[in-house]
């Protein structure tokens, strides 16, 4: 139930705040793509947590939550395969804008060293195969394909507004995508109420919008994706 709590405020939160820029700039703003975009924040927790455990254990012995990302991740490709959404728009391809790898080298430099400098401040253990294989793959795949693909292009049409800086078309919803990862991390209930942590919300926020930055300069989730893998994992080999 503390789950559940937690992820229904989350989406009330993004309800209301959402709702209040929308209605400062009307004529851009569609309610129903952001009502989308709350069901979809709850259906992919659902997904993440195995639908709060009533799904059995499909892997046993397992350290990671390999089968609850897999099927957030499944769902996210699907659900992004749909008319009115689309592969390519969600970031789901290969193909990257002329000349805008080359423009994001110098962002994917301050990504590593981001997560280079937390490493050497909060040195972990020694990790087992099992960690590293996880951290270099899920997270990124899961997490990217969802905050930085679908929800990003469902939020992208709740704001159609468009305002340009740093070389990218910015819209109120690639900045809430930014905000709404952080809070997956950071905002949380339990038995002693709600709970919220600054620090990792700067943590998670600062990186997601760097990758929300260069999904929209280069038009693909690669480069987001690959660095995603590269910061998890810094930690664990460094």
């Excluded at 659902?46 to 957030?72: C, E, H, R, S, V």
């Excluded at 008319?83 to 080298?105: D, I, K, M, N």
Aim: net charge neutral.
């Amino acid at each position: 139930m503390n789950s559940i709590i937690s992820i229904a405020s989350i989406a009330l939160m993004l309800i209301g705040a959402g709702t209040a820029v929308g209605l400062a700039d009307r004529r851009n703003f569609g309610l129903g793509w952001l009502l989308a975009a709350a069901v979809l924040v709850v259906v992919n927790d659902g997904l993440l947590t195995n639908f709060y455990g009533a799904l059995p254990d499909m892997i046993p012995g397992a350290a990671w939550n390999w089968q609850g990302k897999g099927l957030a991740l499944v769902v996210t490709l699907g659900i992004a395969a749909l008319p009115g959404f689309g592969w390519q728009r969600a970031g789901l391809t290969l193909r990257h804008a002329p000349g805008s790898v080359r423009a994001c080298a110098p962002v994917a430099v301050i990504y590593v060293l981001f997560f280079v400098a937390l490493a050497v401040a909060f040195p972990g253990d020694d990790a087992s195969a099992e960690t590293l294989a996880f951290q270099l793959t899920m997270p990124s795949l899961e997490e990217e394909a969802f905050y930085r693909g679908l929800l990003l292009l469902v939020l992208g049409e709740a704001f159609r507004g468009r305002w340009r800086w740093l070389g990218v078309e910015w819209h109120w919803g690639a900045l809430l995508s930014c905000l709404l990862f952080g809070l997956a991390h950071a905002f949380g209930y339990g038995d002693s109420g709600f709970s919220f942590d600054a620090i990792t919300m700067a943590l998670t926020t600062v990186p997601s919008g760097l990758a929300v930055w260069m999904r929209l300069r280069t038009g693909s989730l690669l480069l987001p994706v690959l660095l995603h893998s590269a910061g998890n994992s810094i930690s664990l080999l460094i």
